[in-house]
């Protein structure tokens, strides 16, 4: 079978084949459970695709569900091209929201040329400065960004609570006593951009921002500071870059495009904000991200798969008898992410040789002790 | 005396390098062999094989007249043979007595650690060799003689009966190598038998009963203190020049433009490494600093950068003052630097040639025009000097980890090179590449020098300092201990005083 | 001020008794997923996959004692799916030298996709009584004692349970060969491995019983605290611990502590809304988070972790 494989570059088997066959030995892991449960996997299966694809409808669920994961799943590759385990896209998420939430409904009688990007700046600025305290102190101190991320997760969720449940902050007066922020204004609205659907101008957004990113990374001297300090950090120190500060400008950036993901929800979908709970959507972005291999293009795929999964769970667990709960795709996640991360387990099952798969590498700077 | 330790022809190569080359030795109980050699003649490779860290491609090891095999550490230690090595095996956190213990644990039942068994060995045991430590007290808070002392009881510990001290003496203070000796002397009392690698002359002189010289994986000679001096066993270790013949005219310096004033220079354990140090480098000739590695030069070099901060002193480039300035700054200024360490501070193997390339320069003109890097500028400009440097390569895209070392080395010269800096500070500038490049690269050296270039080169072989060099400074324990002409230097004297012995 | 000084005046006895029982009997599940932490953590795995392995164990423990209707069997259900799941964790992370960080967050997605999709199967639509809570358990005379006696003897098994496993966490890691074993394996691998130790075998074994500890802490939720099952019940908690055996400076005290400095902070912030005191709760809420990311970042003492803590090790 190695010889099957031998005539394959090495791309093509990194970034299309592992992550395929991931996906693939993804389902297979999860089907073993709903076996497990008694209920029929083909048939779960089946309701999951009918309930992403099967019409237009559904299908524009599925774009509408994917929109947040493009986003997300960018900052945390973009994190990962700098060295840096982002593992706080939930907190950064929710921070985002807030503020730009704030200035949507602060803002009256403006075109929506002007509210919606005033909305998208307020989040971006907000979340670049809360992901760049983890930057900050990881340049400064050394305080390892994935323990300083998960923290100020929960300290996003209380600064949220506290806003929106505390009457004169963000709390509605008119609200008839419903925890929430009063709604955005109409012209900070996404429009719909498929008459009959949820389907809003935010894709359209999230498609942008995957060349933007690719650019930024690729094609900028910001990504390529950012690229060379992650996987070098002592040659471009040495070649004069300064670690500390791209190490701040890469949280930030990583943390504006989690906070880009929490307002265009907000301004996309729910048009107020209630109080903020662990979504889980921290760790799906990581899954997204590492599915993509941390590359832009990548993220495409990675985040529609993620957002037909979430869509077409739903109507899966509706359908099923016995029920098959919605978790299901969390197995599905969980067990895509570990083949990707251990790409050995897919090489020994393909018979591929050991030059041709290439090691997830993450956080691998130098002196990267998760908590030191 | 019966032999401790005998090896018949032992090979080890490393792809083309052949590390030992067919050695032999022999050690006796009752005797301290002292194995002396550069960097890179062999010494460790060959103890690492007697230790079972590597396994030999062929030869023979008999210990105490019967052969053996070592696989591993363990069989090693089984058999009684202890290592200290260079960089210890210490936990710092933990304390002497449980780092010496450690594996081989005295325990009260059911696995508790009997901490008064485990002190009353560690004292026994350091009583009966003279070997003081404070038994209760963690290794982080000892200096590094203390440390040491710990590897060597660790070892003792363990039933060695032949110790294998790796360059022991190479972090110690001269009262401490004083202590390290008295207690190798009552090793050899009881009976033991130690292997003292290193490459300083005197504490050869001085300790060794037997003595054994390798360069270039080989024995050169076996001898014994009595029967050679300093200037003999400096001339057995260096050796003949090599073929190491680099045409140069002679040089034509013009005005100073690298300048350091009594810089002092501390390392990461914050200990001085540099002990006020003088230099001037003029524009059109060669300054080579010659030393053992570990001298200070790695500290003097990153304090020239700006990667490490100077604690007294200064540092001038073309006549300015950049102590208190950035690497970034520096470069700008037309400073140059082939780090020593081309995988960690000179090369990123993951990205391309061409990225290498303009890796201090990517957000310049023309490379970059606002953040937008202009990337056909980029491929034009790597096109070119991957023809001027003659970098064997697919192309500019091809990720410089594909690269051989020589022409990964060629990228890293190229780029340093290639602005026509003013100043260059190349560091070990040829190691572990193969002649072709090295005759490179000295070539471009030369040219650049020819051209006005100001050119610190600072090498650990003597040989790439002697062919180049206009003048030479010997370092030595942090300080500049001589400085002479390049131009007819004297090999044997430049290797006794790198060695530290007398300058004559 | 005002408002400040009529709390203090009004604090009676049985207030104090009821404050610290409360503190220590919310700090059971946060110290016992610190002492998981602990024990992987001094052995060199990072494991921030506590939330995931506690909310296994919560599952397990209420499903085996739903079904034997025995709470005892249950509670050891709880400590061997932790067990089992934090093998995964060990295999990915030692043996597949998978990114600790991220074989982590598959245990803690993995856990809510098995707990979610069992419990949506079997226990959504039960209609048979609950297993019910474990019994408190009042120590003869310790138990009648004023304060104390409330505070310490009058709990139920796991919090036992966790004082005394914070005495025998300490133990082994600072006074047994395994301990030492563990803590050479976390600080320098290689010398361990030089001195004999097979570094791959005490990590495993150290990442699995830390996953048993976490374990019986999930079980603190679903058969101590609340005698059910529901979804995501651990609610982060896994990671406070994580937070609290930051705080505690891997050490299992300081583990305990910090875990009850956490919830007491919870009290306190939930006792001064009842006095009418507007100390926003989220603020106090903040404090583990706010303290650990301070503590990691050196402001107040330095956090020094194990020297090779997440590093994953390579036999050359």
């Known amino acids: ?372 | 005396m019966e032999n401790a330790l005998e090896l018949r022809g032992i090979v080890k190569t490393y792809g083309e390098l052949r590390a030992n080359d067919g050695v032999d030795l022999v050690v006796k109980w009752g005797q301290v062999h002292a194995l002396l050699g550069e960097n890179g003649a062999g010494k460790s490779t060959l103890m690492n094989v007697v230790y079972g860290l590597t396994s030999a491609d062929a030869g023979e090891i008999l210990f105490d007249g019967k052969p053996v095999t070592i696989h591993a550490p363990q069989d090693a230690i089984a058999l009684g043979i202890g290592m200290v090595h260079q960089h210890f095996m210490l936990i710092p956190p933990l304390t002497v007595a449980e780092n010496i213990i450690l594996g081989h644990e005295i325990t009260k039942p059911r696995g508790w650690i009997d901490v008064e068994g485990a002190a009353k060995a560690v004292s026994e045991l350091s009583s009966r060799y003279g070997l003081d430590v404070p038994s209760r007290a963690r290794v982080q808070e000892l200096s590094v003689g203390v440390q040491q002392r710990v590897e060597i009881l660790k070892a003792l510990y363990r039933g060695a009966r032949l110790l294998i001290l790796d360059e022991p003496t190479a972090v110690l203070t001269p009262q401490e190598t004083k202590g390290l000796f008295e207690i190798v002397g009552n090793l050899i009392q009881a009976g033991n038998a130690v292997i003292f690698i290193t490459h300083k002359l005197a504490e050869v002189i001085e300790i060794a009963d037997q003595i054994t010289v390798m360069r270039r994986g080989k024995v050169v000679d076996s001898t014994t203190p009595k029967e050679s001096n300093q200037a003999d066993l400096a001339r057995m270790m260096v050796g003949r020049p090599v073929l190491l013949r680099v045409e140069k005219q002679p040089a034509k310096p013009g005005d100073v433009r690298l300048k350091v004033e009594d810089l002092v220079v501390t390392d990461d354990r914050r200990q001085v490494a540099v002990g006020g140090v003088s230099l001037e480098v003029r524009a059109g000739e060669i300054v080579g600093i010659a030393g053992v590695e570990g001298n200070g030069q790695n500290e003097l070099v990153e304090a020239i950068s700006g990667l490490r901060t100077a604690k007294e002193g200064r540092v001038f480039i073309g006549g300015r003052d950049f102590t208190r300035r950035s690497t970034r700054l520096r470069l700008r200024e037309g400073l140059s630097v082939i780090p020593a360490d081309r995988h960690k501070e000179g090369i990123i193997l993951e990205l391309p040639i061409a990225d290498n390339l303009v890796l201090e320069d990517y957000d310049r003109n023309p490379f970059a025009r606002w953040i937008v890097r202009q990337l056909k500028a980029v491929a034009e400009y790597a096109a070119r000097l991957i023809k001027q440097f003659d970098i064997r390569a697919s192309g500019p895209t091809a990720a410089a980890g594909s690269l051989s070392g020589g022409n990964q080395q060629k990228v890293v010269v190229a780029r340093e090179l290639g602005t026509e800096p003013m100043v260059l500070v190349a560091c070990q500038p040829t190691r572990g590449i193969d002649v072709g490049s090295i005759e490179f690269i000295h070539q471009q050296i030369v040219a650049q020098r020819d051209k006005g270039l100001a050119v610190l080169l600072v090498s650990s072989e003597l040989d790439e300092v002697l062919s180049l060099s206009d003048r030479i400074a010997v370092i030595y324990r942090g300080r500049i201990v001589a400085v002479v002409d390049g131009a007819g230097a004297d090999r044997d004297r430049i290797g006794l005083l790198m060695a530290g012995g007398a300058a004559a | ?316």
């Open chain 1, 1 to 372: 079978m190695s010889r099957l494989w031998a005539h394959v570059p090495a791309w093509v088997i990194n970034a299309l084949i592992i992550p395929v066959v991931s996906v693939v030995l993804g389902f297979l892991v999860a089907a073993i459970a709903v076996v497990a449960t008694g209920a029929d996997p083909t048939l779960a299966y089946l309701y999951l695709f009918q309930g992403a694809f099967t019409n237009t409808n559904a299908f524009a669920e599925t774009l509408v569900s994917s929109v947040p994961y493009m986003f997300l799943g960018l900052g945390v590759a973009l994190g990962f091209r700098a060295g840096l385990f982002n593992i706080g896209a939930e907190g950064q998420f929710y921070i985002g929201a807030l503020a730009g939430v704030f200035v949507a409904y602060s803002v009256h009688g403006l075109p929506a040329i002007v509210e919606v990007p005033l909305a998208l700046l307020a989040a971006i600025a907000a979340g670049f400065l809360y992901a760049g305290i983890a930057g900050f102190l990881k340049a400064q101190t050394g305080a390892h960004e994935v323990i300083t991320t998960i923290m100020l997760n929960y300290v996003a969720f209380l600064i949220a609570n506290y806003l929106v449940t505390t009457p004169g902050l963000m709390l509605d007066p008119h609200a008839h006593g419903l925890i929430r922020t009063p709604y955005i204004d109409a012209n900070a609205v996404l429009p719909i951009i498929f008459p009959g659907s949820r389907l809003h101008l935010g894709f359209l957004l999230a498609l942008l921002a995957i060349p933007a990113v690719w650019f930024l990374i690729n094609r900028t001297t910001v990504g390529f500071r950012l690229r060379a300090v992650g996987y070098n950090a002592g040659a471009s120190k040495a070649a004069g870059i300064s670690v500390a500060r791209t190490t701040v400008l890469a949280m930030g950036i990583s943390g504006a495009l989690a906070a880009t993901a929490g307002i265009v929800q907000m301004l996309g979908i729910q048009h107020d904000m209630t109080a903020a709970v662990a979504s889980g959507y921290g760790f799906d972005a990581i899954a997204v991200a590492l599915l993509a291999r941390s590359n832009p293009w990548g993220i495409l795929p990675a985040a529609l798969l993620f957002g037909a999964l979430h869509n077409g769970a739903s109507f899966m667990q509706l359908q099923t008898t016995p029920q098959v709960s919605s978790d299901l795709i969390s197995i599905v996640q969980a067990s895509v992410i570990a083949f990707v991360a251990a790409p050995e387990i897919i090489r020994w099952l393909l018979r591929l040789r050991r030059h041709q798969v290439a090691a997830v590498a993450i956080t691998q700077r130098e002196g990267a002790a998760p908590h030191a």
């Open chain 3, 1 to 316: 001020m005002h408002e400040m000084a009529l709390l203090v005046v009004s604090i009676r006895p049985s207030d104090i008794a009821v404050f610290g029982s409360q503190t220590l009997v919310t700090a059971t599940p946060l110290t016992l997923a610190a002492l998981g932490g602990v024990m992987s953590e001094r052995s060199g795995v990072v494991n921030i996959a506590l939330e995931g392995i506690m909310l296994t164990g919560a599952f397990a423990g209420y499903v085996v004692a739903l079904f034997t209707h025995s709470l005892w069997l249950g509670l050891i259900a709880a400590v061997l799916a932790g067990m089992l799941i934090a093998a995964i964790h060990a295999i990915l992370a030692i043996s597949f030298i998978v990114d600790q960080i991220v074989s982590g967050t598959v245990i803690n997605i993995l856990a809510i996709g098995v707990t979610g999709v069992f419990y949506r199967t079997y226990l959504e639509s039960q209609s048979v009584a609950g297993p019910g809570h474990l019994p408190t358990w009042h120590v003869p005379v310790l138990g009648d004692l004023p304060i104390i006696g409330q505070v310490l003897f009058q709990n139920a098994f796991v919090t036992y349970a966790m004082l005394g496993l914070v005495v025998a966490v300490y133990l082994v890691i600072f006074h047994t060969t395994w301990g030492l074993r563990t803590r050479a394996c976390g600080e320098h691998p290689q010398a361990a491995e030089t001195a004999g130790i097979n570094v791959y075998f005490v990590r495993y074994v150290n990442v699995i019983v830390s996953g048993g500890l976490a374990g019986l802490g999930g079980a603190y939720f679903s058969l101590q605290q609340l005698g059910n099952f529901l979804p995501g019940m651990t609610g982060g908690r896994g990671f406070i611990g994580l937070a609290a055996m930051i705080f505690g400076r891997w050490n299992p005290f300081g583990a305990f502590g910090a875990s009850m400095l956490f919830t007491a902070s919870d009290q306190v912030a939930s006792r001064a809304i009842a006095f009418g005191v507007h100390v926003p709760g989220q603020f106090l809420g903040m404090l583990p988070y706010l303290l650990t990311i301070v503590v990691v970042a050196g402001a107040v003492g330095r956090a020094v972790a194990p020297a090779a803590d997440g590093k994953p090790y390579r036999k050359s």
